[in-house]
């Protein structure tokens, strides 16, 4: 790639290396020709109106690619299933979700294309729940043109590590909510957890199949578990009674249902009494009184990876503690803001 100074009657087919500006006094002033733009043949007559006899133009060698071209590739280079790509503006390339899902960044590859030189892709976290239409990440050049070779390693990444940027849809499942407390079991007090819970389901694409409600002990816990899980139920959720007071026997109950705990106590505020545990390969979720007064616990951080079809594990919950501080702002902004972005690391 070369800069040089030619006639803008000879200019048809090159390169801008610089901005124009057009100024109509009392109307307009700005651009009329980015840096960038490939002259045509049209543009002659409105050059030589804005007094641009002669223009700095690039002149592309073989094995140069132009940033508009560039940034196509990219684009289509790093997007996987879920995922659609922009036209190109100066460059750069948007990737939009196509649908609702969890978005997944190929962290290593991601590194290992921004280790390029001339080549930048910027993503949102990684586990970023995202709706149909987010934008989720954007790449350029930086260049006017760049060497097809860099490009081509990016491809070459992409192809051998996995595609960068994927959304991942939810899984439709049967879900099972089991309240406990003796008062709302024996309807002293009306249920405010199992409304909670049912939306947060049914906002990811999941159903409630079964909602029941046990009292404080831990067989009728276990019974209920077991029941949900043979009737057919993928997820169970388990609500309140999760503290380590006498009569908070929910772990308990969730133990003696024959399920393995993976984690009881998580790293997230709200969310410090949070238990994940499988039996018979299904989720088993211990969910703490905060997921019914806050709207932002650990559950939003937590449901749509498990919904999305991940196993997680200990480590999982357990990274969970870089990040896993809600500020409790006024207007909650969830998952635009620092909540979560823990999870991002695995």
Do not use: W
Request: aromatic share 4%; hydrophobic share 40%; net charge negative.
């Amino acid at each position: 790639m070369r800069t040089q100074v030619i006639p803008v009657e000879e200019a048809v087919g090159k390169v801008l290396s610089h901005d124009i500006t057009k100024v109509v006094p009392g109307e307009f002033k700005g651009v009329a020709f980015k840096k960038g733009h490939i002259i045509s043949e049209d543009d002659i007559p409105e050059l030589l109106k804005l007094g641009k006899e002669r223009v700095y133009v690039v002149e592309l060698e073989a094995d140069d690619v132009h940033e508009d071209e560039a940034g196509i590739r990219l684009g289509r280079a790093v997007a996987g299933e879920g995922v659609r790509c922009s036209e190109p503006k100066e460059s750069r390339v948007n990737l939009y979700a196509t649908r609702s899902g969890l978005l997944k960044i190929n962290v290593p590859a991601l590194e290992a294309i921004n280790e390029l030189r001339e080549v930048i892709l910027s993503t949102l976290p990684n586990n970023t729940p995202v709706t149909e239409g987010d934008m989720l990440a954007g790449t350029k050049v930086i260049p006017l043109a760049v060497k097809e070779e860099v490009v081509r390693a990016v491809e070459i990444i992409s192809a051998e590590q996995g595609k960068v940027v994927r959304v991942i849809p939810y899984q439709s499942l049967d879900v099972g909510i089991i309240v406990t407390g003796g008062e709302v079991f024996a309807g002293r007090v009306k249920d405010a957890f199992g409304p909670v819970l049912r939306k947060k389901v049914e906002s990811l694409g999941s159903h409630v199949r079964d909602l029941k409600y046990a009292s404080d002990e831990p067989q009728m816990i276990a019974r209920l578990i077991e029941e949900m899980i043979a009737e057919g139920n993928r997820l169970v959720m388990v609500s309140g009674g999760m503290s380590v007071d006498p009569d908070d026997v929910t772990p308990q109950g969730i133990a003696m249902s024959g399920a393995y705990i993976e984690k009881y106590g998580a790293p997230v505020l709200p969310g410090a009494m949070f238990l994940l545990a499988y039996k018979d390969r299904i989720p088993v979720i211990g969910v703490p009184a905060c997921g019914m007064y806050f709207r932002t616990t650990i559950l939003d951080l937590v449901l749509p990876r498990l919904l999305a079809g991940e196993r997680l594990t200990r480590k999982d919950i357990v990274a969970l503690a870089h990040g896993g501080l809600c500020r409790s702002c006024p207007e909650c902004h969830y998952p635009r803001c620092s909540f979560g972005l823990a999870s991002s690391e695995r």
